[in-house]
Structures are given as structure tokens and as C-alpha cells.
């Protein structure tokens, strides 16, 4: 989601994109674009994104870009104050926490458990709190698979399906 550009700045974009839009002719049109380029400029250094200021101007984040790189590449800007975007603080990427400390886990960190047999699980619907982000990439909850590895096995192979279905449907202990 796009930060919110401080008013001034906004308002100049807008009153620079007003020039270009009220340009009469070619050469009035380009140097209406050269001055917005160079608030441009001044506003990508400050750290605002291309985003950003495109959506300000209605225009692409790319066609953004290019009149930038164009004004960097053409004549060299001073004299602009721009003011600094707010910090975004993002959430630590959930690998970096230790896995003792979460409570989603990865199937490689799912306590000793084939891959395969944490998708027959899940496919027999014993963990049902599992996440998918994408075609292969899966998180399980850590109380479901505690719950289905405590369970008894069947037949001295596999656990009792029937009896952790039980468990997840409140009726057994």
C-alpha cells in the first residue's frame, strides 16, 4: 500500500502535471515535462517510490521511472527540498524466528515427518489448521501435528486416523 505524500509535495506534482496538461504546443509540452522530471528526480532521492509519485499523477510507476532516468541521464538537478518518507516497519520474516518459538512450521521443521506423510495427513483432513502459500509451499499448525504424533498407532504402522478425527471434533478425550 502506497505511503501518503506530505500535501506540499503532492500539490506540486499536481500543479507540475496541470503545466503539462495545459502545454500548447511540443516545446511548451517538453519543458513542462523536464520541470515535473526534476521534481521527480528530487522526490525518488528523497526515497519516495516510483509508485508513489505515479499514483499522485495518474501516471505509471514506469513511465515515472523513465522520465527520471531521462532528467539523470539529460542535466544534473539542485536547488530541491523534498521531505523524507515515514519508516514502513516490517514484520521479521518468520524464518528468522527460531522454530521453538513459533507456531507455524515449515514440513522440514515438522518434527522428524516425511513431506509425504504430512500431506497424507493433511489430505485426510488431520490438520486441518494447515496453510497454503503457494502450489508447494505449505505451514502446519504446531498443535496439530503434535496432536496426530501422540496419537496411537494403527495396527503397529501409521496412526489411528479415526481416533484423531475424534479429537479434532471435540467428541474424544
Known amino acids: 500500500m502506497p505511503r501518503k505524500l506530505p500535501g506540499e509535495l503532492a500539490q506540486a506534482l499536481r500543479l507540475a502535471h496541470g503545466v503539462e496538461l495545459a502545454a500548447g504546443s511540443w516545446n511548451q509540452l517538453t519543458r513542462a515535462r523536464q520541470g ?16 508513489e509519485l505515479g499514483s499522485v499523477l495518474g501516471i505509471s510507476r514506469g513511465a515515472v521511472q523513465n522520465r527520471v532516468d531521462r532528467r539523470r541521464i539529460t542535466t544534473p538537478w539542485s536547488g530541491l527540498n523534498v521531505a523524507v518518507p515515514t519508516r514502513i516497519e516490517r514484520p521479521v520474516p518468520l524464518r528468522k524466528v527460531p522454530v521453538e518459538q513459533r507456531d507455524w512450521l515449515y514440513a522440514g521443521e515438522a518434527g522428524g515427518v516425511a513431506r509425504s506423510t504430512l500431506e497424507q495427513w493433511r489430505r485426510a483432513g488431520l490438520l486441518p489448521a494447515t496453510r497454503q502459500f503457494s ?24 496412526v489411528d486416523r479415526a481416533t484423531v478425527l475424534e479429537w479434532i471434533n471435540g467428541s474424544g478425550g
Open 135 to 158: 502450489r508447494a509451499v505449505f505451514m502446519y499448525a504446531r498443535s496439530d501435528v503434535e496432536r496426530v504424533m501422540a496419537a496411537p498407532s494403527y495396527n503397529n504402522h501409521g
Open 36 to 51: 515535473t522530471a526534476a521534481l521527480l528526480a528530487a522526490a525518488r532521492a528523497a526515497g519516495w517510490s516510483a509508485a
